[in-house]
């Protein structure tokens, strides 16, 4: 092995080239300066598996990529709420990238799922930022740890595909703070992605290439990000307002490094930020060297398939098996009628920059038959892939429904409904597909559906057709396999829900302002975002936020909430598997704050575990609350605030599902802030000092005749105190010495350096 180079510093490299280093060499490669020692590395797309594009090919071509490992997209990998298991895919994606030389794997992408049409929802995690952020640190801890970098996308507030490259999320501080920025900040200080990407879209009018706040105060300096910032493809607008914000790399190149020289030349651009930016170009280069040095061997793509074929179990949520119909009895004789185009030709992920050509695929048809026996399957496409009704194809599935114990239908979206670069207009199944269920369930009401959509549909107007229902997202490659493994109960469907399944369009909270228009989109429904909107108003649902069936039953008992300090706790359950059959539960802890200043949601999911028992096996299951899970950010005081008082720590395995619950008590996490006249009379009963000082005030003004009733009090609550004043014939002089006394004993209470 040679040795490896000494890396340059960035006072060793002229202005033009270390301008250079700020744009990519092409579509896929950074950079590179061989007369400096500075080598390129490759970047590919791979949130759900590699997609290398071959020199020859064209570099932004879909279909044309090597073939590679395609594992279930982010939205069936989350549904496994197993982190785990995410770090395991991540680490077979690392072996499959370092094999072909690739330095970064373009993913995870984090944005929440803020509406359901969302056309790229199939490559983000969920509509809550916890579960987001746990999954994709696991994702990023996984290929990371094979000396292949991630980037962590698309930062930030970028939740449509309308308009995506000149749309200003119009989001306020506190709904980005808890709703859309949790996941990107949770992944940055416990994962330490290689790099971040910026996405396209304006956030509050500022094109996030160009946001200062967020890419340098936030991620930076708050966050603690040590990494490389680069755009998304196309992302960057103006070059060197995009690098004084804090942008490192401009992908791809788009020849305008002068402007760089030019800024720097004429004091406009600080050439300190293009040597930060040089540094950790070149920390990247040092971080992958390992990746691109060609000693790495192929990976073992059997095992990579086998994993694959896993994850799609466990994604797979059961979302109903009226009298335990499901699962079927292997080889047991039953004559299945297995209906659907789907069944043949499956769609196992989304479309876009994401797609991935596999090494193989399973399709369901051939693995149910060699399950059930080739004599005991029969098969009918049912419909046309182009959504085009044929009646012929229609009878035929019926017959065959008609003939069978148990009919088996595919449905799902053709891959024209949902991709990158356009959003759904809609969330049903085609109707071509409904009219098939309903004929086949008039005929055989032994009817299981087994869906293939990469973002939620409507189910309420025709689950009932279904005796059993198995939501299996997007299943990768070996979904096929999968989905037989699931029938037969080879393995058991163990996913959650991480997205509500309202009951129709209409309910979803952002309905009325997506996608917006004129360039703007109001995030008017604020934190109510999924379940959080659900869950607070009571608005029915098909099915809620954490849901999901197994093939075994559980208890949840013996809740135990120990303190650990003053605003966090040790939770604990008993898990008992009470069922004939081994299988996984999700245990969810959901925080309820009882009396808030501000509004909060009905409560919000702050820690999981799963956990899997075999029959009559008991765990404990213990998850750690720290001090955030009871915070909100307070705009006035800037910060993650906590308020003394009660809340109750909720147990289950939904959001609508939680038997367990326990009272606490939090101390809160109060700051010395600065009263004065305009403060409240609550502000300064609240301040303990204040209270101190204003109770003799009230006394001297409070006479027989103006007694303060309970009333008043409210009242009284909401005054700032220069009007009270006013009300109460309160001198002013009085208010001063009252603010001037406030303000010297929080100085002499205040600790010294």
Not at 588 to 611: C, I, M
Request: charged share 20%.
């Amino acid at each position: 092995m040679a040795d490896t180079p000494a890396r340059p510093e960035p006072g060793n490299l002229s202005l033009e080239q270390k301008a250079s280093l700020t744009s990519g060499a092409d579509f896929w490669h950074l950079q590179d300066l061989p007369g400096a020692g500075i080598e390129s590395a490759m970047v590919t797309d791979g949130p759900h598996g590699l997609r290398k594009q071959p020199a020859e090919a064209d570099p932004i071509g879909i279909g044309t990529s090597l073939p590679a490992t395609c594992f279930p997209p982010a939205v069936t990998l989350a549904a496994s709420w197993d982190p785990d298991l995410v770090q395991r895919i991540g680490e077979a994606l690392g072996r499959e990238a370092r094999a072909e030389q690739v330095s970064v794997l373009l993913g995870p992408g984090v944005n929440i799922k803020r509406s359901p049409l969302c056309g790229r929802n199939f490559e983000y995690f969920s509509e809550d930022p916890l579960l987001a952020g746990r999954i994709g640190a696991a994702f990023v801890r996984g290929v990371q740890s094979q000396g292949v970098g991630t980037s962590l996308k698309h930062f930030a507030a970028n939740n449509q595909e309308s308009d995506r490259f000149r749309v200003s999320a119009e989001v306020d501080e506190r709904t980005l703070r808890e709703i859309y920025l949790p996941a990107f900040e949770h992944i940055v200080k416990n994962a330490q992605p290689y790099t971040v990407m910026c996405a396209y879209n304006r956030i509050n009018g500022t094109h996030a290439s160009e946001h200062r706040r967020l890419l340098t105060e936030v991620l930076r300096e708050e966050w603690g990000f040590e990494g490389l910032l680069v755009s998304d493809w196309g992302a960057v607008n103006d070059k060197v307002a995009s690098h004084a914000a804090g942008l490192d790399v401009e992908m791809p190149p788009t020849g305008r490094d002068h402007l760089v020289v030019e800024a720097v030349q004429d004091g406009r651009l600080d050439e300190d930020l293009l040597d930060a930016s040089v540094r950790r170009l070149l920390a990247l280069l040092d971080a992958t060297r390992d990746a691109r040095s060609g000693r790495h061997p192929a990976p073992d793509l059997d095992a990579h398939h086998a994993l694959a074929r896993e994850a799609a179990t466990c994604g797979a949520v059961l979302l109903k098996n009226d009298d335990d119909l499901l699962p079927l009895a292997e080889a047991a004789g039953q004559r299945i009628a297995v209906i659907g185009e789907f069944a043949r030709t499956p769609r196992f992920q989304g479309g876009g920059s994401s797609h991935v050509i596999p090494t193989r695929t399973d399709d369901a048809l051939t693995a149910i038959t060699a399950a059930a026996g080739p004599g005991n399957v029969a098969f009918a496409p049912g419909f046309t892939l182009d959504g085009r009704p044929d009646q012929a194809l229609v009878d035929e599935a019926v017959a065959a429904a008609r003939d069978a114990d148990i009919a088996v239908l595919l449905l799902g979206l053709p891959a024209s409904a949902e991709s990158e670069g356009y959003d759904r207009e809609h969330i049903d199944l085609p109707a071509d597909q409904l009219a098939l269920l309903a004929a086949v369930h008039a005929a055989n009401p032994a009817t299981v559906v087994v869906l293939s959509n990469g973002s939620v549909v409507s189910v309420a107007e025709w689950h009932h057709h279904a005796q059993s229902l198995l939501e299996g997202w997007l299943l990768g490659q070996a979904g096929g396999s999968a989905v037989a493994d699931i029938l037969f109960g080879r393995a058991e469907p163990a996913g959650r829900l991480t997205e509500t399944i309202p009951l129709f369009l209409a309910d979803t909270p952002a309905h009325l302002h997506f996608p917006g228009g004129e360039q703007h989109v109001r995030y008017a429904e604020g934190l109510y975002v999924g379940y959080r909107h659900y869950d607070t108003t009571g608005q029915a649902v098909a099915y809620p936020f954490g849901h999901g069936l197994g093939y075994s039953t559980f208890a949840l008992t013996a809740l135990s909430v120990e303190p650990v300090g003053d605003n966090a706790f040790d939770v604990s359950a008993e898990v008992t598997n009470t069922g004939a059959r081994p299988g996984s539960q999700v245990v969810q802890v959901y925080v309820h704050d009882t009396e808030s200043s501000v509004d909060r949601p009905e409560h919000e999911l702050k820690g999981f575990a799963k956990v899997s028992l075999e029959p009559g096996e008991s765990r404990r299951v213990s998850i750690h609350l720290d001090e955030r899970a009871f915070a909100y950010w307070s705009v006035l005081e800037n910060r993650w605030k906590i308020e003394a008082g009660e809340t109750e720590i909720r147990v289950g395995t939904s959001s609508r599902d939680l038997p367990l619950r326990h009272r606490a008590h939090l101390a809160g996490n109060p700051v010395a802030g600065e009263l004065d006249a305009m403060s409240t009379v609550a502000d300064w009963l609240d301040d303990p000092t204040g209270a101190q000082l204003l109770a003799p005030l009230l006394a001297q003004h409070t006479t027989a005749d103006r007694e303060i009733t309970p009333q008043m009090r409210k009242v009284m609550a909401e005054l700032p105190l220069n009007k009270l004043a006013t009300f109460m014939s309160v001198p002013m002089g009085r208010l001063d010495d009252l603010v001037r006394a406030r303000r010297e004993l929080a100085d002499n209470a205040a600790p010294t350096a």
